[in-house]
C-alpha cells in the first residue's frame, strides 16, 4: 500500500469512527429522553437524528439505523417517567 493511499484510509477511518460516536452519544441522548418523558428534548433530538441520518445515509441504511434505534428502545427496561418515581 502506498504511503499517500495509507494516509487517505486512516483518514476516511477516522472520520467513519467520529460519525460512530457521534451518532452512539446521539443515541444515548435521546434514549435518555424517551426514558425522563422530555418531550421537548425528544422532538429535538429525534429532529437531529433524523437531520443527520439524511444528510449522510441512504434509504436502506436509514431503515437499517432507524429499525435499530428501535430495537433497543424496546430491549431497555421499562420504567416510570422521571417525574413518577420522584
Known amino acids: 500500500m502506498h504511503a499517500h493511499t495509507a494516509k487517505v484510509s486512516a483518514s476516511i477511518r477516522d472520520q467513519f469512527l467520529a460519525d460512530h460516536d457521534r451518532l452512539e452519544a446521539l443515541f444515548e441522548r435521546l434514549l435518555a429522553a424517551f426514558e425522563a418523558n422530555d418531550r421537548g428534548d425528544m422532538a429535538r433530538l429525534w429532529t437531529d437524528l433524523y437531520q443527520w441520518a439524511d444528510d ?31
Request: proline share 10%; net charge positive.
Open 56 to 86: 449522510r445515509l441512504g434509504q436502506a441504511e436509514k431503515e437499517f439505523l432507524f429499525q435499530s434505534f428501535a430495537e433497543r428502545l424496546r430491549a431497555r427496561p421499562t420504567r416510570p417517567p422521571r417525574a413518577a418515581r420522584a
